[in-house]
T-cell receptor, first 112, second 115 residues
């Protein structure tokens, strides 16, 4: 079946690193994504990784992909209060009929 | 450059009515997808359109329909509204719409409330 799972909550102190984890089910996915949603807003594409990569770094963001375990993680270095939001992991299966499947989202709380 | 724009931003309807939501993609993007996001959940795929043709459909009833126009803008129509249709409706655009995905850029959504 198709499913993307994430933990629901994460709380960190300002300046620490945050790590948000995700597991997915479809190994055919070409792209895996991380989106950010702030209250009352749509989804902001944070970063994405091709399935033939193990790691991608973009400023404070590091994405790690473990294809064997179908595990994706997002690390945010030097987490700031402005990073407080809901983070969604998503995949686009090659056999999925052109759809993107989202997890339920991880709510990140950053304490000052 | 303008991002994905959606209208209206908020809408209140009653059960049994019909609604039309509109979306303009990023300039140069030819694919538009629609998602429903119920409070506390991730977005659920409804449709994808590319070059005015439906390329994919999620597990939604026939009350939901959509179309894409020659300028690549899109409309989502929902008939016979139910209380359970209350949600944030998100539109996303991408350059193309290949199976296996492409990075999508989202609008801020239309919040639909059914009374």
């Amino acid at each position: 079946g198709e499913d993307v799972e994430q933990s629901l909550f994460l709380s960190v102190r300002e300046g620490d690193s945050s790590v948000i984890n995700c597991t997915y089910t479809d190994s055919s996915s070409t792209y895996l994504y991380w989106y950010k949603q702030e209250p009352g807003a749509g989804l902001q594409l944070l970063t994405y990784i091709f399935s033939n990569m193990d790691m991608k770094q973009d400023q404070r963001l590091t994405v790690l992909l473990n294809k064997k375990d179908k595990h994706l993680s997002l690390r945010i270095a030097d987490t700031q209060t402005g990073d407080s939001a809901i983070y969604f992991c998503a995949e686009s299966p090659n056999t999925g009929g052109f759809k993107t499947i989202f997890g339920a989202g991880t709510r990140l709380f950053v304490k000052a | 450059d303008a991002g994905v724009t959606q209208s209206p931003t908020h809408l209140i309807k009653t059960r049994g009515q019909h609604v039309t939501l509109r979306c303009s993609p990023i300039s140069g993007h030819k694919s538009v997808s629609w998602y429903q996001q119920v409070l506390g959940q991730g977005p659920q795929f409804i449709f994808q359109y590319y070059e005015k043709e439906e390329r994919g459909r999620g597990n939604f009833p026939d009350r939901f329909s959509a179309r894409q126009f020659p300028n690549y803008s899109s409309e989502l129509n929902v008939n016979a509204l139910l209380l359970g249709d209350s949600a944030l409706y998100l539109c996303a655009s991408s350059l193309t719409g290949g199976e296996g995905g492409q990075p999508q850029h989202f609008g801020d959504g239309t919040r639909l409330s059914i009374l």
